[in-house]
């Protein structure tokens, strides 16, 4: 059997021997849409519980675009000239795009450039949010959650909020898009570092699929709302990467109709779970580091027998990153226990210390072999990972420790996919 990995921008394709049982885990297929200009252009004009953004933004208003950055697969360069064209009775001196970095760094020109095209970034002011610039934010109070609101001063400052994304599952949040440019995307450090800590990320409900009573997104969502967003913009993509659907208008009306579908696209369930999960991380540009490779990681978690084994294809082209808190995180610990513990016991969270987390929740389960074309193998032993230069090497190994009989599961999308497994009977659904 010949497997197609989402691996890098180019994929990695597997042999596995056809007598083993395998099982490919994919979400549901859908063709990219024929005309998505037209398609975003109609969505804007016929929203969802909101009048017509044309009819919502005045000559006279300050607008604020929030857009995700280039860790999310969005296709920014196809949604936001169709965005920015049904505003175009606003002169452009009064429009800002705002880019929602959260805690990543920000991008540089040419990144800029090839993610929104030479004619945005000439003709309209593109803001990187900088969540550790504290005269860039404003204060906004508590969440119910008793965490501070620390928000983006010129995104607050506008008359017309807008705020655009991409539904797709989430390892945490459970589906991102939504709420999710503002918390985290466009918020402060504190706000973000709260909303991520320990506790909350540990809640057995703050995973793959979950929104309702997942504590990380419903703290986003109430934030987000505290904010007034205006508008909302989201859409839906393939593996291809093309738009699929489009969701816009009132926030939390068209999330929730984005968060319904992708959730019936993505969510497959399994009788039992495997031996073995096979998984990616969906490609570039998500697989670009291992911090981001998490996600399929806790993918491959969900279906995996305990003293499992996952096998992650991650390229990893900007390797660990050896500069950040999860790296420090993970050497500094002798195990994944001993890592949830410092982690518990450490006081004020840290930078990227929730992937080091969900790391260590999903080797709770599983032994983690980690396929990349980037890291060294002491790089990924570094970060209590095992390194594999073959996946078939590796499954030919791991048959000797499971029996030739094992059971197999291959996720060629990674987290794209919420895989479960069944109480019973499988539904469509989570």
Same mark, same amino acid.
């Given at each position: 059997?010949?497997?197609?990995?989402?691996? =890098?921008?180019?994929?990695?394709?597997?042999?596995?021997?056809?007598?083993?049982?395998?099982?490919?885990?994919?979400? !549901?297929?859908?063709?990219?849409?024929?005309?998505?200009?037209?398609?975003?252009?109609?969505?804007?004009?016929?929203?969802?519980?909101?009048?017509?953004?044309?009819?919502?933004?005045?000559?006279?208003?300050?607008?604020?675009?929030?857009?995700?950055?280039?860790?999310?697969?969005?296709?920014?360069?196809?949604?936001?000239?169709?965005?920015?064209?049904?505003?175009?009775?606003?002169?452009?001196? !009064?429009?800002?795009?705002?880019?929602?970095?959260?805690?990543?760094?920000?991008?540089?020109?040419?990144?800029?450039?090839?993610?929104?095209?030479?004619?945005?970034?000439?003709?309209?002011?593109?803001?990187?949010?900088?969540?550790?610039?504290?005269?860039?934010?404003?204060?906004?109070?508590?969440?119910?959650?008793? $965490?501070?609101?620390?928000?983006?001063?010129?995104?607050?400052?506008?008359?017309?909020? #807008?705020?655009?994304?991409?539904?797709?599952?989430?390892?945490?949040?459970?589906?991102?898009?939504?709420?999710?440019?503002?918390?985290?995307?466009?918020?402060?450090?504190?706000?973000?570092?709260?909303?991520?800590?320990?506790?909350?990320?540990?809640?057995?409900?703050?995973?793959?699929?979950?929104?309702?009573?997942?504590?990380?997104?419903?703290?986003?969502?109430?934030?987000?709302?505290?904010?007034?967003?205006?508008?909302?913009?989201?859409?839906?993509?393939? !593996?291809?990467?093309?738009? #699929?659907?489009?969701?816009?208008?009132?926030?939390?009306?068209?999330?929730?109709?984005?968060?319904?579908?992708?959730?019936?696209?993505?969510?497959?369930?399994?009788?039992?779970?495997?031996?073995?999960?096979?998984?990616?991380?969906?490609?570039?540009?998500?697989?670009?580091?291992?911090?981001?490779?998490?996600?399929?990681?806790?993918?491959?978690?969900?279906?995996?027998?305990?003293?499992?084994?996952?096998?992650?294809?991650?390229?990893?082209?900007?390797?660990?990153?050896?500069?950040?808190?999860?790296?420090?995180?993970?050497?500094?610990?002798?195990?994944?226990?001993?890592?949830?513990?410092? #982690?518990? $016991?450490?006081?004020?969270?840290?930078?990227? @210390?929730?992937?080091?987390?969900?790391?260590?929740?999903?080797?709770?389960?599983?032994?983690?072999?980690?396929?990349?074309?980037?890291?060294?193998?002491?790089?990924?032993?570094?970060?209590?990972?095992?390194?594999?230069?073959?996946?078939?090497?590796?499954?030919?190994?791991?048959?000797? @420790?499971? =029996?030739?009989?094992?059971?197999?599961?291959?996720?060629?999308?990674?987290?794209?996919?919420?895989?479960?497994?069944?109480?019973?009977?499988?539904?469509?659904?989570?």
């Amino acid at each position: 059997m010949r497997i197609q990995l989402d691996y =890098g921008e180019n994929g990695l394709w597997v042999t596995l021997p056809d007598h083993l049982t395998i099982e490919i885990i994919r979400p !549901r297929s859908f063709p990219g849409l024929q005309d998505e200009r037209s398609a975003i252009t109609d969505a804007l004009r016929k929203p969802i519980n909101r009048a017509p953004l044309k009819q919502l933004v005045r000559p006279h208003d300050t607008v604020a675009v929030v857009f995700s950055d280039i860790t999310r697969p969005i296709p920014n360069r196809r949604v936001l000239p169709a965005l920015l064209e049904e505003i175009s009775h606003v002169d452009r001196s !009064r429009i800002v795009l705002i880019n929602a970095l959260g805690t990543h760094q920000p991008m540089t020109e040419e990144e800029l450039e090839s993610m929104l095209s030479r004619e945005v970034i000439r003709n309209y002011c593109v803001l990187q949010h900088d969540c550790r610039d504290q005269s860039k934010l404003v204060y906004m109070g508590k969440s119910s959650f008793g $965490h501070p609101i620390w928000i983006n001063k010129v995104y607050m400052e506008a008359s017309v909020r #807008i705020l655009t994304g991409l539904v797709e599952p989430h390892d945490f949040a459970g589906l991102s898009g939504g709420p999710k440019a503002v918390l985290p995307g466009i918020a402060g450090e504190e706000s973000i570092l709260a909303n991520h800590q320990a506790r909350m990320i540990g809640h057995p409900k703050a995973t793959l699929g979950i929104t309702a009573g997942n504590p990380v997104w419903e703290e986003m969502l109430e934030v987000a709302l505290v904010t007034e967003p205006t508008f909302l913009l989201n859409v839906c993509t393939n !593996r291809a990467k093309e738009i #699929i659907r489009v969701f816009a208008g009132n926030m939390e009306h068209a999330h929730s109709a984005g968060v319904d579908f992708a959730r019936r696209t993505a969510s497959v369930g399994v009788d039992a779970p495997f031996d073995i999960v096979i998984t990616s991380n969906a490609g570039y540009p998500q697989d670009s580091s291992l911090y981001q490779a998490v996600k399929g990681m806790w993918a491959a978690a969900q279906i995996v027998k305990t003293k499992g084994s996952i096998i992650l294809a991650a390229e990893c082209r900007e390797g660990i990153p050896e500069d950040g808190e999860y790296d420090r995180l993970l050497k500094q610990a002798a195990s994944p226990r001993d890592l949830l513990r410092r #982690i518990k $016991h450490g006081g004020s969270p840290v930078l990227g @210390q929730w992937s080091a987390q969900i790391q260590a929740l999903a080797q709770l389960k599983a032994d983690i072999y980690v396929k990349s074309t980037y890291l060294a193998d002491e790089q990924t032993r570094s970060v209590l990972l095992k390194p594999c230069q073959s996946v078939e090497e590796t499954v030919e190994r791991l048959l000797s @420790q499971y =029996g030739r009989e094992a059971r197999i599961a291959v996720l060629p999308e990674g987290p794209q996919t919420i895989p479960y497994v069944c109480d019973g009977i499988c539904s469509t659904a989570c």
